[in-house]
């Protein structure tokens, strides 16, 4: 996978060669996913903690989903003599559909 994508919801997701970045509101966070291609379909599996998140890939490009997805990521607050400083936020967004940008 590749690119970005964003649901109305408030899902936004950008796609690396071996992870996933998950925006949902402040919460941010890199996670690992997997494709699999299927006899009638191509899944997409971000791996989201106990909660992995399932995508499929339709044939305009869209991915979509079922439900919500709970983001338990990170924001930057500022910098300090060692980088970056980071605060721990949580949100919800729905899945729906996932346009990509």
């Known amino acids: 996978m ?3 994508y964003s649901g109305q919801g408030g899902l936004h997701l ?10 949902c509101g402040e919460a941010h966070v890199l996670k690992p996913y997997a494709v699999e291609n299927t006899a009638d ?4 599996t971000i791996r989201n903690g106990s909660a992995p998140l399932t995508l499929t890939l339709q044939p305009d490009g869209t991915l979509t989903g079922y439900g919500a997805v ?4 990170r924001l930057v607050t500022g910098t300090d003599a060692n980088g970056a400083t980071y605060a721990p936020r949580n949100a919800r967004c729905a899945i729906g559909s996932l346009i990509a940008k």
């Open 2 to 4: 590749a690119g970005q």
């Open 14 to 23: 950008e796609f690396h060669p071996t992870a996933a970045m998950l925006d």
């Open 41 to 44: 379909r191509i899944i997409v």
């Open 70 to 73: 709970d983001v338990a990521g």
